[in-house]
């Protein structure tokens, strides 16, 4: 269990044998307000490059952990978006690997009660010992680690997902190492109020608190495809993939943008008009630009996103 849970329940706990009053709560908690003491995370990356195995038909996600120097805390857990959407393949765990037996232990307890939920995902690669990985209930993979947390300017790296699912656009949240207990105001005591008034008043300050700590952002991560999608609804979702990566800034050339549109769209003309041929050496272009522009104009994520769904779509034309 996370420290911030740990803390929530001794706080209550300690209420229950002494009971406050909750205009005294309110109060304190008024004027304790969210103190730029607090350990915010203002901006974390999770840069993603994703490798493609074709004799076993599985991608491999590898993260690295930025915690900016701007930040005021250490980063303690990260989660990346892992949820199945509702009418896509559900793809077999045959051949996922785990970094240890202690995390596949995880999975098998975790994943068969969530299979109509979460990607299937294996992790064979954590940074260490200290890094520990489980599919959470809230359908996201929960990375954590118990000692020596990334602080502000640090990165880590080693952090390796794989899964026969497409790379699509995943959002991840990272929290801090809070101990509420260095934050949390004094309050006096009092008779007048109840056990579950006090409750719901500190949870609630605690939830404000937590969220407002917490970065939220967007990466890489395993989605399956619709197991009805056709050839012309898959070139919407590229173009909507490419809209997408230039608005998050992985496409930073709007001339290189406005070329991939152009092939795009030409695809899907030439799909609309019964001509496969066509639209196959068209895509095979746009996979050519993909990667001819590759870490120039095109980020890791923007090159993985559009290159690895552009060639499952040729893989599926007639």
């Known amino acids: 269990m996370r420290q911030m849970t740990f803390a929530l329940l001794s706080l209550v706990g300690l209420f229950r044998g002494e009971l406050f009053a909750q205009n005294n709560v309110r109060t304190l908690i008024a004027q304790d307000n969210l103190s730029l003491d607090y350990p915010f995370l203002y901006s974390v990356s999770l840069p993603c490059r994703i490798s493609y195995d074709p004799s076993l038909h599985f991608y491999y996600y590898n993260y690295t952990l930025i915690n900016r120097k701007n930040n005021k805390g250490n980063v303690w857990i990260f989660e990346i978006d892992i949820r199945r959407h509702s009418g896509s393949i559900i793809y077999d765990t045959l051949g996922l690997q785990f970094a240890n037996s202690f995390e596949e232990t995880l999975f098998k307890r975790?994943?068969?009660?969530?299979?109509?939920?979460?990607?299937?995902?294996?992790?064979?690669?954590?940074?260490?010992?200290?890094?520990?990985?489980?599919?959470?209930?809230?359908?996201?993979?929960?990375?954590?680690?118990?000692?020596?947390?990334?602080?502000?300017?640090?990165?880590?790296?080693?952090?390796?997902?794989?899964?026969?699912?497409?790379?699509?656009?995943?959002?991840?949240?990272?929290?801090?190492?809070?101990?509420?207990?260095?934050?949390?105001?004094?309050?006096?005591?009092?008779?007048?109020?109840?056990?579950?008034?006090?409750?719901?008043?500190?949870?609630?300050?605690?939830?404000?608190?937590?969220?407002?700590?917490?970065?939220?952002?967007?990466?890489?991560?395993?989605?399956?495809?619709?197991?009805?999608?056709?050839?012309?609804?898959?070139?919407?979702?590229?173009?909507?993939?490419?809209?997408?990566?230039?608005?998050?800034?992985?496409?930073?050339?709007?001339?290189?943008?406005?070329s991939l549109d152009s092939k795009l769209d030409n695809a899907g003309n030439r799909l609309v008009a019964g001509d496969t041929a066509a639209a196959r050496n068209i895509l095979n272009a746009f996979v050519n630009e993909v990667e001819a522009q590759n870490g120039k104009h095109l980020t890791s994520e923007a090159y993985a996103l559009l290159k690895y769904n552009a060639e499952y779509l040729i893989r599926k034309l007639p």
Request: no cysteine; aromatic share 12%; glycine share 6%.
């Open 110 to 258: 975790y994943y068969p009660p969530a299979i109509n939920a979460v990607e299937s995902v294996g992790f064979p690669q954590l940074p260490s010992l200290n890094w520990d990985v489980a599919i959470a209930h809230n359908s996201v993979a929960n990375f954590g680690v118990d000692t020596l947390l990334p602080g502000p300017g640090s990165s880590v790296n080693g952090f390796t997902m794989m899964s026969k699912a497409l790379p699509g656009i995943r959002a991840f949240t990272a929290y801090p190492d809070f101990n509420v207990y260095e934050f949390y105001p004094d309050i006096d005591q009092d008779t007048t109020a109840t056990q579950d008034s006090i409750y719901n008043v500190i949870t609630s300050y605690v939830d404000s608190m937590q969220n407002a700590v917490n970065y939220h952002g967007w990466t890489i991560g395993p989605t399956a495809p619709p197991l009805d999608s056709s050839a012309s609804s898959w070139i919407d979702t590229l173009i909507s993939y490419k809209h997408q990566a230039l608005s998050l800034g992985w496409i930073d050339n709007q001339g290189v943008a406005n």
